[in-house]
């Protein structure tokens, strides 16, 4: 009989899936997908997760009914919480506030205690998911925290793991291996073993977010797309196996993550889109006879509410509404020529100076630099009293691509249109009354 002894004894091994109409006409290469949610926790995640409780038991640094602490809201948690489970140790995971209640309800399915920290703090702020995780690590008898970002486990379970099984599931004919770049575990691992075993003629190439620090593309900033890219450089990472480091949008992402489910029916997450616009762009130039393999690290499920839902993408500019004659970006685009945001600690003096820069009356406060999630704007300021900071439920928040509605405007003071995480126009609600 076949018969695995736990879900921990089923991780691996996962399938490798040949593209059909998304590769189409587009090269005369083979594109197969490693698909990564077929691990029993949904993510390659899962692999990590084993590869780094071992090593702790094994340096004695974990002890039987001890507490795993670490700072992750998605994946990585998973993972944890699924060994964690089998072997009878607690879990303690900060999440930052902005992370879903969705997401938090998987970790605690699992049994794992989440504690929630504020998003918008400097990371060496006491209040920090950095600052608290290291606290809860010292102060809870018996905790350790795993810590993927600098972790050597990680690299190697996919040295161990991933790599071999992409080797043989090609019988060695593998010529390239794309990869998402997050901690750097995934692509430092399973590159480095490929390039090992094939004699260095196996390409590695990076998927990374605009704004992440790996292709070193103008200074880090923010992004949507989850669970890849950095702003710092994990001592996970092994910047000597990549070949190559490709730059993807969110707007590609999100397309590509789409047509993924559309076209080949691969539900899988934002990065996993991400990572197959590098993988195809790869293709491109590829010679026939190539096999690249792509790896989709994660499941689609976790993001129903955002990239797969047509609300959620043309709120935030990533998907047009089909019939729309006039929407928010078109209406009021020319009633702000300059971008208003501000910082709470902005002097009243900057403020108001902005605005008479910009000929508007009202602007807004954030607590976090662009793009901005649904939720981040914290208030907005007027130029009859820019001292005052007022809260945002005063404020709508509107998508330059969704259908205009002066409805809208209804009982409020002001509206702000965003566009893929930009402020792209503020404006006072009589102001663009009077434009209707």
């Known amino acids: 009989m076949k018969i695995a002894g736990s879900v921990l004894d089923v991780i691996g091994h996962t399938p490798l899936i040949q593209l059909g ?6 090269t005369d290469a083979t594109v197969v997908a490693k698909v990564e949610y077929f691990n029993p926790g949904g993510s390659s995640k899962d692999r990590l997760a084993v590869g780094m409780i071992d090593a702790a038991e094994k340096a004695g640094l974990l002890k039987p009914g001890g507490t795993i602490v670490e700072p992750t809201s998605g994946n990585t948690g998973v993972g944890l919480a699924l060994v964690a ?16 209640a969705d997401k938090r309800k998987v970790l605690e399915a699992y049994g794992a205690r989440v504690v929630v920290t504020p998003t918008n703090v400097e990371p060496d702020d006491p209040e920090s998911y ?7 690590a010292r102060e809870i008898p018996g905790g350790f ?17 991933t790599g071999p099984e992409i080797w043989e599931d090609t019988d060695g004919t593998v010529t390239h291996f794309v990869a998402g770049v997050g901690t750097g575990g995934t692509i430092s691992g399973t590159g480095k073993y490929l390039k090992e075993v094939s004699g260095g003629s196996v390409r590695v190439i990076g998927a990374d977010p605009y704004g992440s620090v790996y292709a070193e593309k103008g200074p880090a900033r923010p992004y949507f797309v989850e669970g890849v890219g950095e702003d710092f450089w994990p001592e996970a990472y092994d910047p000597s196996i990549p070949d190559e480091i490709i730059t993807v949008s969110d707007a590609e992402a999100f397309s590509m993550t789409r047509r993924l489910a ?10 996993c889109g991400m990572a197959m616009v590098a993988g195809l762009e790869v293709a491109k130039k590829a010679s026939a ?9 994660d499941s689609g499920r976790g993001y129903l509410q955002k990239i797969f839902d047509d609300g959620w993408m043309t709120h935030n500019g ?5 019939g729309v004659a006039t929407t928010w970006g078109s209406r009021i685009s020319g009633l702000t020529p300059a971008v208003l945001t501000s910082h709470k600690d902005d002097e009243a003096s900057s403020r108001a100076k902005l605005l008479q820069d910009s000929g508007r009356s009202v602007g807004v406060v954030t607590h976090a630099s662009p793009p901005l999630q649904p939720g981040e704007m914290r208030g907005w300021f007027h130029l009859d009293d820019p001292a005052e900071v007022r809260t945002a439920d005063r404020l709508v928040t509107v998508g330059a691509a969704e259908e205009f509605d002066p409805h809208a405007l209804d009982g409020v003071d002001g509206v702000v249109v965003m566009d893929q995480g930009q402020v792209v126009a503020v404006a006072a609600s009589e102001e663009i009354v009077g434009q209707v």
């Open 130 to 136: 950095y600052s608290v995780s290291d606290r809860l």
């Open 145 to 161: 925290k795993p810590n993927q970002y600098a972790n050597p486990a990680g690299p190697e379970a996919h040295y161990r793991t």
């Open 262 to 271: 559309r076209e080949e029916g691969l539900l899988v997450g934002g990065s």
């Open 318 to 322: 990533f998907l047009a509404p089909e």
């Open 85 to 100: 489970q089998q072997r009878g140790y607690h879990c303690v995971f900060v999440c930052p506030d902005k992370v879903s």
């Open 21 to 26: 109409p998304l590769v189409k006409g587009l």
């Open 289 to 297: 006879g190539d096999l690249i393999v792509v790896l989709l690290p």
